[in-house]
């Protein structure tokens, strides 16, 4: 029996869940290919913007004129050949489970995320509150991966990043709630319709909310000019000091370069219109332009993702201290006073919301 012929001998209700399971490992594939390659990107930008070549000697399967694409393949053979080393006295069921709590929500998340207005893996009505709600549970793993290594510098490492990831959850939950004022709704693909019309996208009447919200996931993510929790100028690397191979992938690479991933698109989904075009409203509703697409949501995740790439290469390490004061005496008063704006602009009808 064919494929197809098998498919149709199933009941609607299996057909949908087959075609739900499909679509999952879709996603689920595009984001780890991704996360792959963004480690090859990071190093020809960084090595562009500081003068230097980058990988440019392991070819994509022997193809030739593939130089260096086939770096990422080579380190994720590297990394799940190298050894798994246990510390003697760690607590072992704890210390191997740290990494897949960290991981799971890089992943879950992207459940709701709209990537175009005919596809999204779940369109619940309450999709925002289900992005805080799991964005905020990475640091569970982060704090296992330190406490179950039972070593005082893993310790301290988790402890830093933790209170960094607190302080600047605090200020993307604020952000967000302007979003929703905004759109007045929890689901993500009515946020993204909510921006429709030229001047209707949420960047231009929540500007600094939206400043804020990407700066914060830089921080969250733990990437420089954030990443005191891991130090890589120092000997001991913050929370993963005694993780290796595959459980080092795991908890470190996998999900900080899936979350840079998930911030750029969610920044790109509650403030850049998501996959509206920005021409919307512009030129006429027949032109190829005008047209909502995912095209559009891609180009805008590639511009953020290349801003964390950019901060990298060119900022130095802030201080602990400094990191704790933008977020606390910085980030979230700009965040409170800019809810009030807008709760004076929605009142007044200042603004597209009235509509």
């Not at 050894?83 to 740290?98: G, Q, T």
């Not at 840079?260 to 698109?265: D, R, W």
Request: proline letters at 5%.
């Amino acid at each position: 029996m064919s494929l197809l012929g098998l498919y149709n001998s199933l009941a609607v209700s299996e057909q949908v869940a087959l075609i739900k399971t499909v679509q999952i490992i879709g996603v689920l594939l595009a984001v780890v290919i991704c996360v792959a390659f963004m480690t090859l990107a990071e190093r020809k930008v960084i090595g562009w913007i500081q003068g230097r070549i980058g990988p440019n000697r392991v070819t994509l399967f022997g193809i030739p004129f593939t130089e260096g694409l086939g770096q990422p393949f080579a380190d994720v053979v590297k990394l799940l050949f190298k050894e798994i080393i246990l510390p003697a006295n760690a607590d072992k069921v704890l210390f191997l489970l740290a990494p897949m709590i960290a991981l799971v929500p890089a992943f879950a998340t992207w459940a709701v995320v709209p990537f175009s207005p005919e596809f999204v893996l779940a369109d619940i009505d309450a999709g925002l509150l289900y992005v805080l709600a799991l964005t905020s549970l990475g640091v569970y793993g982060i704090i296992l991966a330190g406490w179950a290594t039972n070593s005082k510098y893993a310790l301290l490492g988790a402890l830093r990043s933790a209170a960094q990831i607190v302080a600047y959850e605090i200020a993307m939950g604020f952000a967000l709630v302007g979003v929703l004022m905004a759109s007045g709704s929890l689901n993500l693909s009515d946020i993204v319709r909510s921006q429709a019309g030229a001047l209707g996208w949420n960047v231009v009447w929540l500007a600094p909310l939206a400043v804020i919200y990407f700066i914060s996931g830089v921080a969250e993510t733990n990437r420089a000019p954030f990443d005191v929790a891991e130090g890589e100028s120092e000997i001991v690397a913050g929370f993963h000091v005694e993780y290796s191979g595959a459980t080092f992938a795991t908890l470190f690479a996998l999900p900080e370069y899936a979350n840079m991933i998930l911030i750029a698109t969610l920044t790109s989904v509650m403030f850049f219109g998501g996959w509206l075009s920005p021409f919307d409203g512009y030129l006429g509703a027949g032109s190829l332009l005008s047209q909502p697409s995912f095209l559009w949501l891609a180009i805008k995740i590639v511009f953020f993702l290349f801003c964390f790439l950019w901060f990298r290469a060119t900022f130095p390490r802030y201080r602990y201290d400094q990191i704790m004061r933008l977020g606390w005496k910085v980030f979230i008063p700009l965040t409170l006073i800019w809810i009030f704006v807008e709760g004076l602009m929605v009142y007044w009808h200042i603004g597209p919301w009235h509509r």
